[in-house]
């Protein structure tokens, strides 16, 4: 493996500066060669399944911005998608799916769920030969909450009550989904790393809306499981995981599920931030929406990033994924903040 994949040294401990810069969601609307490939795609799932057009997008944002990591082209729903369960999107609904009853759950059947994501391993594999050397390829999972969420709403909600509700009534049958998510997410990351990618990333998007007891019940302990089964194939690659409006309970998630990084969402305050590095990298936080403003909300938001972060090891950001109105000269604008910073 080549030495000089910046994102790794970071993920070992080590403090690089200018940090490795990448961004959630990097592959996506705000580009117009993204639209137009998703336009040739026809459905968004199309796009996932065809190794052609998602190396084409995934490589996109690398060739614009020349990003330290390139993030496969995918969507945390081709996993209930690969076991059998009804996924679509609709533009402005996003997924759609057909809620799982308790009795569908138990006879959740995985049986052809590597042969239905062979495209993606297809993806990862093309993408390794096609990426700079230097170019980290991370790929990456929904944590088995936040997937359940869409499972059992069978659409996003703002505060996923369904999936609340159904976790307090169900819970045997809920525990069970976690399980098999947890299980069959931990395979497709092993493949990912099989077919080349260098790091995985654990996306618990809901994270933030659960107490003490579920956050420990259905955010930590599946994710545990994840790096456990992970480690036990691939103990050197790096795990990050981000379980976004985690807030205080960052640090225990970080100590009990195992990950080598974490990622921080933009609420995340700088204090608490330099604190979670003495335990490993930090990945972020600046806040999507500074990005969106340009101009001085997002000069101050990279300085105050680098000056409380910069001496550490940390892996540069956002605190969630790059929205579509955000301006292509404004990345521009960010990437050479990052690049051109001196302590």
């Avoid at 505060?159 to 307090?168: E, I, K, S, V, W």
């Avoid at 921080?264 to 204090?271: E, K, M, R, S």
């Avoid at 521009?332 to 990052?338: K, P």
Wanted: proline content about 8%; some cysteine.
């Amino acid at each position: 493996m080549p030495e000089n994949r910046i994102m790794l040294d970071v993920l070992k401990g080590e403090a690089v500066f200018p940090p490795p810069l990448w961004m959630m969601r990097q592959a996506g609307r705000y580009l117009p060669e993204y639209r137009e490939t998703r336009r040739q795609a026809g459905s968004f799932l199309d796009l996932c399944y065809n190794p052609d057009l998602a190396v084409e997008v995934t490589l996109q944002p690398i060739e614009r911005f020349g990003f330290d990591a390139s993030i496969l082209f995918s969507d945390i729903l081709v996993v209930p998608h690969a076991l059998g369960r009804d996924v679509r999107f609709e533009e402005g609904r996003g997924p759609l799916l057909t809620p799982i009853t308790p009795a569908e759950i138990a006879a959740l059947d995985g049986q052809t769920f590597h042969v239905n994501l062979e495209p993606v391993y297809e993806t990862v594999r093309r993408l390794r030969t096609k990426l700079p050397g230097e170019t980290t390829l991370i790929g990456f999972c929904g944590a088995p909450w936040t997937v359940a969420t869409y499972m059992i709403a069978g659409h996003g909600t703002p505060d996923q009550a369904p999936a609340r509700l159904f976790a307090y009534r169900e819970p045997a049958a809920f525990l069970q989904l976690l399980k098999v998510l947890a299980d069959h997410s931990a395979a497709y990351l092993i493949r990912q790393i099989e077919a080349g990618a260098d790091v995985v990333q654990i996306f618990d998007s809901w994270s933030g809306v659960l107490d003490d007891a579920s956050f420990e019940l259905f955010c930590v302990e599946p994710v545990a499981e994840i790096v456990r089964q992970v480690r036990a194939v691939y103990p050197g690659v790096p795990i990050i995981g981000f379980p976004k409006g985690a807030g205080a309970r960052y640090q225990s998630y970080r100590e009990k599920t195992g990950v080598t990084g974490l990622g921080i969402d933009w609420t995340v305050p700088l204090t608490a931030a330099r604190d979670l590095q003495r335990s490993g990298a930090v990945q972020g936080n600046l806040d999507p929406l500074r990005l969106v403003a340009g101009g001085r909300a997002l000069s101050d938001g990279v300085e105050a990033i680098l000056k409380s972060l910069g001496n550490g090891p940390l892996i540069f950001n956002l605190g969630h994924g790059i929205t579509p109105e955000t301006p292509i000269a404004h990345v521009e604008a960010m990437v050479r903040m990052v690049r051109s910073a001196t302590r």
